[in-house]
């Protein structure tokens, strides 16, 4: 008969990959243009790759220097860093974006798909300037939702291949992914001695030992305790 404890024991939880600063680096020198910012905003803003895809104007706020995420995993907002380095590159995307709603706006085609309670309540806003996806697709389409025909953000497929490419370019023999940015977002602000609660928040973990994960990271790495070849 299996004993109480061991019905009741949960799987152990497996440590993340994280990359190094300079693994970082380095692949971040293999990616160029609208694909290097959004890169750079996986990693500079602890984003989740939906959540960079999503951006909209609106969420962006340049006097504070951060991102406003909305409608989060576990349809929560929570407010982000906005890295300065990545500030003069996404506004010039938004240049971008500025031309592609100006674009659509003479073929009718400016409207864009907003969460079902907003459309409803502010149905203006789907065609206003502020609401426009920051990373689009450079071609409009038919939303099968709607069946509209408008410009949808750029797919998630194309992002995880430009990663996938850039991490073997680099030479970087882990088994990562977009989201290992993330990962590492949360270990070297906890390796720059922020606070734990902190990077809760800012990775939006409604349960603080999410985040205490990444403080194992830390410690498996032998940041904490000496060996004892080093005492010889």
Known sequence: MVGIDAVRAKPSQKLPVVFTRNEVRTILEQVAGTNR????????????????????????????????????????DRVTILPEPVEPSLKQQMQKTRHFYEMDQIDG?????????????YPSEAKSYHWQYIFQSPKVSVDPRSGLTRRHHLSDSQLQNVVKSAIRSAGVEK??????????F????????????????????????????????????GNAVKSPLSRL
């Open 37 to 76: 910012l959004m890169v750079q905003l996986l990693y500079g803003s602890g984003l989740r790759l939906m959540e960079v895809l999503r951006l909209r104007v609106k969420d962006v706020n340049f006097d504070h220097h951060c991102i406003i995420v909305r409608d989060g995993k576990g349809r929560k």
């Open 109 to 121: 085609h400016h409207e864009v798909w907003m969460p079902n309670a907003l459309a409803k309540k």
């Open 175 to 184: 088994h990562a992914s977009c989201h290992t940015f993330r990962h590492s």
């Open 186 to 221: 949360a270990t070297h602000l906890l390796e720059d001695g922020y606070d734990i609660r902190t990077v809760q928040e800012l990775l939006g973990h409604k349960d603080i030992r999410t985040t205490q994960i990444y403080t194992h990271v830390l410690n498996k790495g």
